[in-house]
Every structure is written in C-alpha cells, then in structure tokens.
Antibody, heavy 114, light 110 residues
Framework: EVQLVESGGGLVQPGGSLRLSCAASGFTFSSYSMNWVRQAPGKGLEWVSYISSSSSTIYYADSVKGRFTISRDNAKNSLYLQMNSLRDEDTAVYYC???????WGQGTLVTVSS | QAVVTQEPSLTVSPGGTVTLTCGSSTGAVTSGHYPYWFQQKPGQAPRTLIYDTSNKHSWTPARFSGSLLGGKAALTLSGAQPEDEAEYYCLLSYSGAPWVFGGGTKLTVL
C-alpha cells in the first residue's frame, strides 16, 4: 500500500525556518518525481515545488522561489522542503504528492505567526 | 505564471447534470496541458478523479467524466448524488513551472 506521511509542521515566527519531511512507502520512491502542494486555511490548492526522481530537475512556484528548497533522499525514501524567511502568507497545510497525482499525504500544518 | 480559472461555485439538483470548467490565461486548454480534476471534502486530502483530460481511476464514480469543451477542460457530473457535494479543483501542466491549480469550484447538491 502506498503511503506518504508528512511531518515537521508547527508554529514558527515570521522570518523563521522550518523543514518538512515526507516519508514514502509502498512503492519504488527513487522512480518517481514528487511535488509539494499547500492549502492556506479556507483557500484553494497551490502547487509549491517539484523534484524529479534523480533531483536533476527542480521547479518552484514564484511565491516561494528563493526561500524554499526541495530535496530528496532516495536511500531514505524521503522528500523534504526547507522553508526559510517564512511569511504569514505561508501558513497552510502542506501536502506531498507523488507525480501523476494519484497519491497524496494527509498534510502537515505550518503556522507562521508572532 | 499562468492563471487557471474555475467557476467559484455551482449548484446542481440531486440526479441532475452539471459541468465544471477550467480555463487558462494563456489560451485554449489542450490535451497538452494534461488536465487533472480533484475532489476535496472538508478535512480531507484531495482525491484525483480525472487525469490526462478524460481518464478515470478505479475509484472514480462512472457519473464523472472529463473532456475538452470550448477551449477549456471540463468535468461533467451526470446524476449528482449528495455525496458529490465538495470542492473541485483542476490542475494544468505548463512548461517551466509545471503545475498550476485552478481556484476551485464549490459544488452544492441541493
């Protein structure tokens, strides 16, 4: 059974940093590109970042470019999102999703507030 | 980045038919945008209904179908059920910034 489990969310002050993780199981993680998607409270979905299976191709949404860094460790079946210079508007549930969009995690809540 | 537009809200009667659409600020939506449709209910992660314009997953109810219509991607629900009340999102692929979600359509079955 495919599982994606996010962790690392929490409360952080504006300007702070946080690192999200997504633990993958039930499939050959190293064969799939991955995405991060977020959803602010009461708002719609926003694609955040993409990383190819070998990490050779990476994309970011304009809203996070220069502040967020996506990475992965195929040996640990894990996806990461390093979030720096956090702003109030980064408050959201962050989901990891396997490319093809068939499988999603349940999300982890990031709250940026003083 | 491109802007993807959806109807903010729609209402359908039980047993009725409704079409949700998904447009692109860059022009007509084509199969090359690999349109996806997701259903999301409160407190849940999104669930994929349609991929690559019109393909269904094994869990997609037969009453949902995807197509291209008038330069937009479309999701048609035929024979709406109360459990179809949810938020629906489309997703389009673009070169350079590979994915853009629409703003979502809140579907009410009433």
């Amino acid at each position: 059974e495919v599982q994606l489990v996010e962790s690392g969310g929490g409360l952080v002050q504006p300007g702070g940093s946080l690192r999200l993780s997504c633990a993958a199981s039930g499939f050959t993680f190293s064969s799939y590109s991955m995405n991060w998607v977020r959803q602010a409270p009461g708002k719609g979905l926003e694609w955040v970042s993409y990383i190819s299976s070998s990490s050779s191709t990476i994309y970011y949404a304009d809203s996070v470019k220069g502040r967020f860094t996506i990475s992965r460790d195929n040996a640990k079946n894990s996806l990461y999102l390093q979030m720096n210079s956090l702003r109030d508007e980064d408050t959201a549930v962050y989901y990891c999703a396997r490319d093809g969009w068939r499988y999603w995690g349940q999300g982890t809540l990031v709250t940026v507030s003083s | 980045q491109a802007v993807v537009t959806q109807e903010p809200s729609l209402t359908v009667s039980p047993g009725g038919t409704v079409t949700l659409t998904c447009g692109s600020s860059t022009g007509a939506v084509t199969s090359g945008h690999y349109p996806y449709w997701f259903q999301q209910k409160p407190g849940q992660a999104p669930r994929t209904l349609i991929y690559d314009t019109s393909n269904k997953h094994s869990w997609t109810p037969a009453r949902f179908s995807g197509s291209l219509l008038g330069g937009k991607a479309a999701l048609t629900l035929s024979g709406a059920q109360p459990e179809d009340e949810a938020e629906y999102y489309c997703l389009l692929s673009y070169s350079g910034a590979p994915w853009v979600f629409g703003g979502g359509t809140k579907l009410t079955v009433l």
